[in-house]
T-cell receptor
Framework: NAGVTQTPKFRILKIGQSMTLQCTQD?????MYWYRQDPGMGLKLIYY???????DKGEVPNGYNVSRSTTEDFPLRLELAAPSQTSVYFC????????????FGPGTRLTVT | AQRVTQPEKLLSVFKGAPVELKCNYS??????LFWYVQYSRQRLQLLLR??SRESIKGFTADLNKGETSFHLKKPFAQEEDSAMYYC??????????FGQGTTLQVKP
């Protein structure tokens, strides 16, 4: 099993550009999550999904959109990139919610200039 | 409000010394608590969870509901323990709330 994979690993965007961060898991997990990690701030939840077709906002959803058309994929869309979105983005998945381990992808380092 | 606080950004110890990474939480119900670890050039991974009451890589953590703490301890630090450690909790929503993280540096 590859676990949770993310692409790209690195990306530089200009202000106002858009992009999609890809996330795929092969563990048949229902729950998937997107986090951003800013220096000294820990990880903050952007969006999450409890199954195909179901998504909900996390703590910091502004400026992002998600979709979940399949169990495996959970892409994160950045529209009109801003410097405040410079961060490391992590995708994660879990079998269920409470008490279950979350499995993380390797991360995408995004710089907006 | 749900909150996890890790008061130390950096903890530096010598090899063989005891280690305690502090974690305090704020949650009105009964939380599930976790420690996640990120070694250099590796992805974030679960180290241990309080419901398992297990010891992983020599680390233990006890939930103290009176002090709302979940400190991570190891009696004798090893150089390979150097990493970033995150304390996290979930409530009934299942969403993980992370602390700010503590970098543990174990010097030879």
């Amino acid at each position: 099993n590859a676990g949770v994979t993310q692409t790209p690993k690195f990306r530089i965007l200009k202000i106002g550009q858009s992009m999609t961060l890809q996330c795929t898991q092969d563990m048949n997990h229902n729950y998937m999550y997107w986090y951003r990690q800013d220096p000294g701030m820990g990880l903050k939840l952007i969006y999450y999904s409890v199954g195909a077709g179901i998504t909900d906002k996390g703590e910091v959803p502004n400026g992002y959109n998600v979709s979940r058309s399949t169990t495996e994929d959970f892409p994160l869309r950045l529209e009109l990139a801003a410097p405040s979105q410079t961060s490391v983005y992590f995708c994660a998945s879990s079998y269920s919610a409470v008490s279950y381990e979350q499995y993380f992808g390797p991360g995408t380092r995004l710089t907006v200039t | 409000a749900q909150r996890v606080t890790q008061p130390e950004k950096l903890l530096s110890v010598f090899k063989g010394a005891p280690v305690e990474l502090k974690c305090n939480y704020s949650y009105s119900g009964s939380p599930e608590l976790f420690w996640y670890v990120q070694y250099s050039r590796q992805r974030l991974q679960l180290l241990l969870r309080h419901i398992s009451r297990e010891s992983i890589k020599g680390f233990t953590a006890d939930l103290n509901k009176g002090e709302t703490s979940f400190h991570l301890k190891k009696p004798f630090a090893q150089e390979e323990d150097s990493a970033m450690y995150y304390c996290a909790l979930t409530g009934n929503t299942g969403k993980l709330i992370f602390g700010q993280g503590t970098t543990l540096q174990v010097k030879p």
